[in-house]
């Protein structure tokens, strides 16, 4: 059996970044994107996603050269920026789409006739839009003993809002339970990486050791609360944590 299936949604946008570096030492970045796509209504379609970001070499001031050998390279730097997600719900969330179903109807004549008939299976809100997640990072770069040794570290919080969500409805409107943009969420994570790169005569050798975590809260949820496969995400919990009975130990005996 052969099947097939094709999309048709289109994405515009334009984009625009400005860069700054003074002696090598302080750095700043602001960057400007609107993005419109075709997935949502003509009134909800685009949306608009900056971002600033700044660095300082401090290993190029001269008082840190003057006092600190072991260090060849230290920056820290600092970022906030918005991203934009039009891959949410079904091809077009917006749109109330019909379904379509065979039904027998009596006739005059004693036998049946089938007849299709068409319906609105699922409400729509036709101002469902872009989901956007915030992000506020710091970090900082080193380099030390000649390069030798790197660190790389990163600590982030992101806030993305307007998550797609099964928001409740009264059945006696005889719509299934439409998606909106209702519910948030807040992540805090880190990350860091250690190097060390050398060598012995014409040898040269390098390892890397990275470990980063994370944690995922919900937020907002529209007193929504979703378990599946014995996990449950709901508003103040973590983005989909076990849930099930605990444990008081075994009974060997009574």
Do not use: C
């Not at 390892?207 to 508003?235: H, L, P, V, W």
Request: zero cysteines; charged letters at 20%.
């Amino acid at each position: 059996n052969l099947t097939s299936y094709s999309q048709d949604y289109f994405l515009q946008g334009v984009f625009g970044r400005a860069e700054y570096n003074y002696a090598n030492k302080y750095y700043a970045t602001a960057s400007y994107r609107r993005d419109g796509s075709s997935r949502f209504h003509k009134d909800s379609r685009w949306g608009v996603f900056p971002s600033v970001s700044a660095g300082w070499v401090i290993s190029e001031e001269s008082w840190f050269k003057e006092n600190v050998n072991a260090v060849n390279y230290l920056k820290l730097r600092g970022s906030i920026g918005q991203l934009g997600n039009e891959r949410i719900g079904s091809e077009f969330p917006y749109a109330a789409a019909l379904s379509f179903s065979n039904v027998l109807i009596p006739n005059t004549g004693g036998t049946v006739d089938v007849e299709q008939t068409a319906y609105q299976s699922t409400y729509a809100f036709k101002d469902i839009t872009w989901e956007t997640t915030t992000t506020y990072g710091v970090g900082l770069d080193m380099r030390m003993f000649d390069s030798r040794l790197s660190l790389t570290a990163d600590w982030y919080y992101k806030k993305t809002e307007d998550m797609l969500l099964t928001i409740g409805f009264p059945s006696y409107f005889g719509f299934n339970a439409p998606e909106n943009n209702a519910a948030d969420m807040y992540t805090i994570g880190w990350d860091l990486e250690l190097g060390w790169n050398d060598n012995v005569g014409d040898f040269n050798y390098g390892a890397s050791f990275n470990i980063s975590d994370y944690r995922s809260r919900m937020g907002y949820m529209a007193d929504r609360q979703s378990i599946s496969g014995g996990k449950i995400t709901e508003e103040g919990s973590f983005y989909q944590e076990w849930y099930g009975f605990q444990s008081n130990g075994i009974i060997l005996n009574e």
